[in-house]
């Protein structure tokens, strides 16, 4: 069965290391997206992409960044993770702009 | 900038009892999402509303969407305990999906 995928489930990381989230889909869908939740902000969109080699800025981008090499695969990476980073990651894929997106189970970062 | 807004945010409710959770925004979209989510769990999507006047029902959830005044609905019939969790609206708008910030659900016997 198709499905999405996102390791590490849980991690525990330091100030100003660079911490890089993984995503993989078997759905073949040309979209996928990063969202944070946060308590009181339900989810915010990070960053997104459309396809290979496309991607593009969320909500809240700043401190983040993606990188679309093949359809599978959107890696999340934190440059320089701060405390205010700390939150639940959650990767999703769509077959197409605006359509149900299919959620993976959640990252549980933590910065300290 | 696209605001969503979901009320109420915490629901305590009976078992076989009715209610609604109301998801109002603030720029014209016609495609609006419901999804559910189980406490240290995934979102699951419930329901796709694609146009105006669109409903959908799956047990004893009914969603509604009325893009003329910016408002969908869920509405609950006759709740029992497994429905209790958290719902998100969300709309989608231009590149972007916005989230409300989801009601909490308790059904209590």
């Known amino acids: 069965d198709a499905e999405i995928t996102q390791s590490p489930r849980h991690k525990i990381t330091e100030t100003g290391r660079q911490v890089t989230l993984a995503c993989h889909q078997t759905?073949?869908?040309?979209?996928m997206f990063w969202y944070r939740q946060d308590l009181g902000h339900g989810l915010r969109l990070i960053h997104y992409?459309?396809?290979?080699?496309?991607?593009n800025k969320g909500e809240v981008s700043d401190g983040y960044s993606v990188s679309r090499s093949n359809t599978e695969d959107l890696p999340l990476t934190l440059e320089s993770a701060a405390s205010s980073q700390t939150s639940v990651y959650f990767c999703?894929?769509?077959?197409?702009?605006?359509?149900?997106?299919?959620f993976g189970p959640g990252t549980r970062l933590t910065v300290l | 900038e696209l605001k969503v807004e979901q009320n109420p945010l915490f629901l305590s409710m009976q078992e076989g009892k009715n209610y609604t959770i109301y998801c109002n925004y603030s720029?014209?979209?016609?495609?609006l999402y419901w999804y559910r989510q189980d406490p240290g769990k995934s979102l699951e999507s419930l329901f796709v509303?694609?146009?105006?006047?669109a409903v959908k029902q799956e047990g004893r959830l009914m969603a509604s969407l009325d893009t003329k005044a910016r408002l969908s609905t869920l509405h609950i019939t006759a709740a029992v305990h497994d429905l209790s969790a958290t719902y998100f609206c969300?709309?989608?708008?231009?590149?972007?999906?916005?989230f409300g910030a989801g009601t909490r659900l308790t059904v209590k016997p």
């Open positions: 999703a894929s769509s077959a197409g702009q605006g359509l149900e997106q299919f």
């Open positions: 759905w073949n869908h040309n979209n």
């Open positions: 992409s459309y396809g290979v080699q496309d991607t």
């Open positions: 720029t014209t979209s016609d495609r």
């Open positions: 509303l694609l146009s105006n006047g």
């Open positions: 969300a709309v989608f708008y231009g590149d972007d999906m916005r």
